[in-house]
């Protein structure tokens, strides 16, 4: 939960507090399936945290990263890639067609690097703030 919520905090510094993501591991968690760490000694440095998800356009199903995170120390060292990398080859020795992900709009760091991996943007997620609502655009 540490990890989800710090990145959360990173993406979004504005926000305070982060209570809906304990429904959201609760409704994915799977006992530790989907998760991949990357340790250096004994510390934990980087995290792949994926579930399953139907496309909803062909009723496929595939794999789906919720979290990639890399302490920000450990930064610009490939390991963001080694954990894609292994989920994409995962995904095929699966026979699954499709790797998915979702990510923030203002997170141009992000969206360079999967764009550099080979994802294209398929939808948009659009979203009207509302008056007295938090949010992190």
């Known amino acids: 939960m540490q990890w989800l919520q710090r990145t959360y905090a990173e993406v979004c510094p504005e926000q305070q507090e982060f209570r809906h993501l304990a429904a959201t591991l609760a409704q994915y968690w799977s006992g530790g399936q989907g998760l991949t760490w990357i340790t250096q000694s004994t510390t934990r440095v980087a995290c792949l945290w994926q579930a399953m998800a139907v496309d909803q356009i062909t009723g496929d199903r595939y794999p789906h990263v919720l979290l990639l995170?890399?302490?920000?120390?450990?930064?610009?060292?490939?390991?963001?890639?080694?954990?894609m990398a292994t989920v994409q080859t995962q995904a095929q020795q699966q026979g699954y067609?499709?790797?998915?992900?979702?990510?923030?709009?203002?997170?141009?760091?992000?969206?360079?690097?999967?764009?550099?991996?080979g994802y294209q943007t398929r939808s948009l997620l659009l979203m009207k703030s509302l008056p007295n609502s938090a949010n992190c655009d």
Do not use: E, I, K, M
């Not at 499709?98 to 690097?113: D, E, K, R």
């Open 69 to 83: 995170r890399v302490v920000p120390d450990h930064r610009r060292r490939g390991l963001a890639r080694t954990l």
């Open 97 to 117: 067609g499709q790797v998915g992900l979702q990510v923030a709009s203002h997170n141009s760091a992000a969206l360079a690097f999967y764009h550099a991996l």
